[in-house]
């Protein structure tokens, strides 16, 4: 089994809360909305309700008002589109097995993938045709060394299931790059459907990737980036930049010049952040969901308590 020997203790709180909820994804009615009754209509925030597992929702104009409560429960979930993805630890299975649920725009289940790991982090590409996520597969506890990461996806439209993306050629500083220790975390797919981008980790160190779905391959722009998320515009990636030992920053990089700003947000987060806009990046953080200004300007706000996993229904374009 691959290996990543990268000091990301701080991650050992998502693990912890994966075992500590231990939630499935069937469907449970009690004191809860109908699964169905919760729809990715445009222009709501939708999260994981920490206190029960549950996929809830607010309108994004009023984050403030009573969540709704579907009877869905997951331990990571994205939305674009009419598609949506849940990834649900079963319960009491050692080593973990993560059901990966592709879900329509009613949140009935379309598709199941049932893959080894514990959930960490799952997109939908911009699009809705590509699901993907990220398994860690080695363990209970991120603090253990030596853990191991899955990124994989799946096609909706043909079927194709890419279980892991280990095999991805890479090409660093202009030559193909091979090490025993490869492992990817973080996909963010580009409007287009076919550009990604991903963490490589390897080494010791971390490294951005940008690939071509189509032609299958990539190379790496830069060092020290994590969990990336693309802009809607596909110009920028935010990201979480290691600062220290479990500790990182978020930032946004431009793509065209590499320049990167930090954002107002000083606290360590660790999470694969998302853009609400072209604008606004939102992240989860001490049990709440968060948003700050994507050009680093102002200041971090609250938006939903008891929080996490934040996706946005967009108008369709």
């Known amino acids: 089994m691959k290996k990543l020997v990268l000091a990301l203790t701080g991650t050992a709180l998502l693990v912890a809360a994966a075992v500590t909820y231990t939630v499935s994804a069937r469907h449970d009615t009690a004191a809860a909305e109908?699964?169905?009754?919760?729809?990715?209509?445009?222009?709501?925030?939708?999260?994981?309700?920490?206190?029960?597992?549950?996929?809830?929702?607010?309108?994004?104009?009023?984050?403030t008002a009573k969540p709704q409560l579907s009877g869905l429960k997951c331990d990571r979930f994205a939305v674009a589109r009419q598609t949506a993805v849940c990834l649900a630890v079963r319960p009491g299975t050692l080593p973990a097995i993560t059901d990966v649920l592709v879900l329509d725009d009613h949140l009935a289940v379309r598709h199941t993938e049932t893959l080894p790991g514990t959930p960490s982090r799952a997109r939908v590409s911009p699009d809705g045709k590509h699901v993907y996520w990220t398994l860690f597969v080695t363990g209970?506890?991120?603090?253990?060394?030596?853990?191991?990461?899955?990124?994989?996806?799946?096609?909706v439209e043909t079927g194709r299931l890419v279980k892991t993306i280990e095999e991805l050629p890479v090409f660093k500083d202009?030559?193909?790059?091979?090490?025993?220790?490869?492992?990817?975390?973080?996909?963010?797919?580009?409007?287009?459907?076919?550009?990604?981008?991903?963490?490589?980790?390897?080494?010791?160190?971390?490294?951005?990737?940008?690939?071509?779905?189509?032609?299958?391959?990539?190379?790496?722009?830069?060092?020290?980036?994590?969990?990336?998320?693309?802009?809607?515009?596909?110009?920028?990636?935010?990201?979480k930049k290691k600062v220290g030992d479990g500790v990182w920053r978020l930032s946004v990089l431009d793509l065209a010049s590499l320049k990167e700003t930090e954002l107002a947000e000083t606290r360590s987060v660790d999470d694969q952040a998302l853009w609400q806009d072209d604008r606004t990046i939102l992240y989860g953080l001490g049990n709440a969901v968060w948003a700050v200004p994507a050009d680093g300007s102002g200041a971090p706000r609250q938006l939903v308590a008891g929080a996490a996993s934040p996706a946005v229904t967009q108008d369709p374009r």
Do not use: M, Q
Not at 141 to 146: P, R
Not at 211 to 224: H, P, Q, S, V
């Open 34 to 63: 109908p699964a169905a009754a919760l729809t990715l209509a445009p222009g709501r925030l939708l999260f994981r309700d920490t206190a029960t597992g549950r996929v809830g929702a607010v309108p994004l104009g009023e984050t």
């Open 140 to 155: 209970d506890s991120y603090a253990e060394t030596g853990f191991s990461t899955r990124a994989g996806l799946y096609d």
């Open 174 to 239: 202009g030559e193909r790059y091979f090490a025993a220790d490869v492992n990817y975390w973080g996909i963010t797919f580009a409007p287009d459907g076919n550009r990604f981008y991903a963490t490589l980790g390897s080494k010791g160190k971390t490294y951005l990737v940008e690939a071509d779905y189509g032609r299958y391959r990539g190379k790496t722009l830069r060092e020290n980036v994590e969990c990336p998320s693309l802009s809607p515009d596909g110009r920028r990636v935010a990201f």
